[in-house]
């Protein structure tokens, strides 16, 4: 009767943490950037960085000038008053350039209309297939938005196929199409999404109803509507004094997008230890979600707020060339301008299975999972090599694949993921908008420096011996207190005829020595009579 009644209470638990996945967003900020870590049941799952005064972010609006045209790679760099100029291809120039180009023409020039579009003749689709150098020229401007931040040596990758996102919905200017997220699987909701859309949608004005948006309202669909249509009007009134490169309408804050597109109702916590980041959250909180205000927390503890809870702990482990799985698996991860690498070797692999075959599946399938949630960490993009342990059974490397794919779906990016090749390689292509997270996890050696060699523990004792001999000659010191690590403690004090009583009995002093584990090598510290530390 117990067993039947704990297994009927561990079975609802273990279906209620499934289905409630306990979220949490700890935000810590400095002078120069704001770090972002979102936690999924307390484990690190994303990392983000936001450097602030960056010159570009992935959604903000820009009005460029055309500086060169290649015709060679039918594409063109574009003047963005920055160190980098921004690239454009022919393909990138989207089905709707002939309506934004007359918008802008139109904008500039100071035409109120163009805050709603009601009257707006919208202009045919662009063609496909075209040479550039016959639709821009040198000196032109033209509105565009960054579709991939600076990467390395590159400057931002523009797309003139213009859209706003949205708490619930995307608006799509100079369209009147109504799309409907391939996520919300039931038709009669998805027909129920589809006329609300159509009774609140501009014209002019197409959108896509994100996932997030199943089950709500038309009120709250039409709140959100109505904050994309004013960042519209206000970009439209920008325009009209505009006469260089310049941003015209910024994406959110990493933050605030980053809790535009995962706030969720099983998001229960998140903690700030910035006092107007905090009160910046809980602004965009309050028009995103009201409900939810309370949850944002101002963190006022001494201890870092990434020590606190966890995070530290866990980029250590997560970052660098090797990550260690806790079942003795790890991960060899290298990264290339071209791709990223991943060698999976079973290591000390503590779960025996009936066969080597049977124990490769078992290396593979946790390694997946390790991988899958390492690729949204470093926020890794472009071509994803992995390497993982030889399978000979195709149902087993049929399991691998969509052991991966499964893990996969909680990835936001779009990603394709192919089957394992003849030779035991996946290949994952997952989109790069931004340079990957790199933390460095290595520090310089405390002992030598960064060189490689320390000195030896002889030259250590002389140093303390002339330290010793100059607190009795000069500081008239007679009862002393020496501290260092447990190695010279050792020397100093073994035999009976030790170190440590040959110097009493030669520079007439009471010296006690205690061992300190914390101690480097070459750290020694002397405290007088009154345990006061002697700063030498």
Request: positive net charge.
């Amino acid at each position: 009767m117990l067993c039947n009644l704990f297994l009927f209470y561990s079975t609802r638990w273990v279906c209620y943490r499934f289905i409630f996945m306990n979220k949490e967003l700890i935000i810590s900020a400095s002078t120069t950037d704001v770090q972002i870590a979102l936690l999924e049941d307390k484990q690190l799952v994303e990392l983000h960085k936001e450097k602030k005064n960056s010159s570009f972010t992935v959604g903000d609006v820009v009005i460029g000038k055309v500086r060169k045209i290649m015709p060679g790679l039918n594409a063109a760099f574009i003047d963005l008053n920055d160190e980098k100029d921004g690239f454009m291809h022919y393909l990138d120039l989207g089905p709707q350039f002939n309506s934004f180009n007359k918008y802008l023409n139109l904008a500039m020039n100071g035409d109120a209309s163009m805050r709603t579009l009601e009257n707006f003749k919208i202009e045919p689709v662009f063609e496909k297939n075209g040479n550039l150098s016959n639709t821009l020229n040198v000196g032109q401007y033209i509105i565009a938005q960054i579709a991939k931040e600076p990467i390395s040596t590159k400057g931002p990758k523009l797309s003139c196929d213009i859209s706003f996102a949205g708490r619930y919905l995307v608006l799509v200017p100079f369209s009147n199409k109504i799309s409907i997220s391939q996520k919300i699987k039931g038709s009669e909701e998805r027909n129920r999404l589809r006329r609300l859309i159509q009774s609140i949608r501009p014209n002019n004005f197409g959108l896509i109803v994100r996932t997030v948006a199943e089950g709500k309202s038309v009120a709250e669909l039409d709140a959100d509507l109505h904050l994309l249509m004013e960042k519209w009007a206000r970009m439209t009134t920008k325009l009209k004094t505009i006469n260089s490169p310049q941003i015209v309408e910024s994406e959110l804050s990493v933050t605030s997008a980053l809790l535009r597109d995962v706030l969720t109702d099983d998001f229960n916590m998140i903690y700030c230890d910035n006092e107007d980041v905090c009160e910046e959250v809980k602004s965009y909180i309050k028009t995103i979600a009201p409900d939810k205000c309370d949850i944002v927390k101002y963190y006022k503890l001494e201890t870092p707020i990434f020590e606190q809870f966890g995070v530290q702990r866990d980029i250590r482990r997560a970052f660098g060339r090797i990550v260690t799985i806790r079942s003795g698996v790890y991960l060899y991860i290298e990264h290339t301008e071209a791709m990223h690498v991943i060698d999976v070797n079973s290591g000390n692999h503590i779960k025996a299975g009936t066969g080597q075959e049977d124990t490769a599946l078992q290396v593979n399938v946790e390694s997946a999972k390790e991988i899958a949630r390492q690729l949204r960490l470093r926020d890794m993009g472009g071509i994803v090599i992995i390497d993982f342990v030889d399978m000979h059974k195709a149902e087993n490397r049929r399991q691998l694949y969509e052991v991966m794919s499964e893990e996969m779906k909680k990835d936001k990016a779009r990603h394709t993921i192919l089957p394992l090749s003849k030779f035991g390689l996946m290949q994952i292509t997952r989109q790069r908008v931004r340079p990957a997270v790199e933390v460095d996890v290595q520090e310089k050696c405390p002992f030598c420096d960064g060189t490689g060699t320390i000195k030896s523990s002889l030259v250590v004792v002389d140093d303390i011996e002339s330290d010793l001999r100059y607190l009795e000659s000069s500081q008239s010191e007679r009862k002393l207190t020496l501290i260092t690590h447990p190695y010279i403690f050792a020397f100093l004090t073994k035999g009976f005829f030790s170190i440590r009583r040959k110097w009493q009995r030669k520079y007439s002093v009471k010296l006690k020595i205690k061992p300190m584990e914390s101690y480097n090598l070459l750290e020694y510290r002397f405290f007088n009579a009154n345990n006061d530390e002697i700063t030498m």
